[in-house]
């Protein structure tokens, strides 16, 4: 099983320039998220997908879309992107419902210029 | 709102010694802890879950421990390695019942040889 895998792995845009972040995961779990990363603030919470079809807001939505195409893969989407936006972006993956661990991808590192 | 705290942020130690990793959280109503290992440059791997029922859970050379009525939970790694040098991250439930993480900013872990 390769587990939790995200493309690409490194991206540098543009002010206002957008992109797709893409996540797929091969362990049969219902449950998707996107978390980003910047030095001192730890791992926030973008969005959150319980199953296909369904998502939801974490702690930082603003200025990004998300889609669950199918159980397997889970996208995050910045339509027009800012500086503020440069971080590194983790996608993960749990079997539904509370206590479950959650399984963490490698990572797409963002810088926005 | 559930908020959570890693104490210190970096800690160098020499090889072999035990040590402890300490994890607070302000909202004792959690239905469970996860513990988390980050390599540089890496996504996060899954160490130890621990269910708000559970004082302790043990892999290995790791032991977690937890104490809700306190807000507590810390991390045992006992007779340490170099290969023990990374960033280590603790989570917890938004509020209880709820799949969606809360995360420490982690303590950074160097094992001096």
């Known amino acids: 099983n390769a587990g939790v895998t995200q493309t690409p792995k490194f991206q540098v845009l543009k002010t206002g320039q957008s992109m797709t972040l893409q996540c797929a995961q091969d362990?049969?779990?219902?449950?998707m998220y996107w978390y980003r990363q910047d030095p001192g603030m730890g791992l926030r919470l973008i969005y959150y997908?319980?199953?296909?079809?369904?998502?939801d807001k974490g702690e930082v939505p603003n200025g990004y879309n998300v889609s669950r195409l199918n159980k397997r893969e889970f996208s995050l989407r910045l339509e027009s992107a800012a500086p503020s936006q440069t971080s590194v972006y983790f996608c993960?993956?749990?079997?539904f419902g509370v206590g479950n661990e959650q399984f963490f991808g490698p990572g797409t590192r963002l810088t926005v210029l | 709102k559930q908020e959570v705290t890693q104490i210190p942020a970096a800690l160098s130690v020499p090889e072999g010694e035990n040590l402890v990793l300490n994890c607070s959280f302000t909202?004792?109503?959690?239905?469970?802890l996860q513990w988390f290992r980050q390599d540089p440059g890496k996504g996060l791997t899954s160490l130890l879950l621990?269910?708000?029922?559970?004082r302790e859970q043990t892999s290995g050379r790791l032991n977690a421990s937890l104490d809700k009525s306190s807000g507590r939970s810390t991390l045992y790694i006992a007779a340490s390695q170099p290969g023990d040098s990374a960033t280590y991250l603790c989570?917890?439930?938004?509020?209880?019942?709820?799949?969606?993480?809360?995360f420490g900013t982690g303590t950074r872990l160097t094992i001096i040889p």
């Open positions: 362990m049969n779990h219902n449950s």
């Open positions: 997908s319980a199953s296909e079809g369904t998502t």
């Open positions: 909202d004792s109503a959690i239905y469970n």
């Open positions: 621990i269910q708000s029922s559970q």
């Open positions: 993960a993956s749990s079997v």
């Open positions: 989570a917890v439930p938004f509020n209880f019942g709820n799949e969606k993480l809360t």
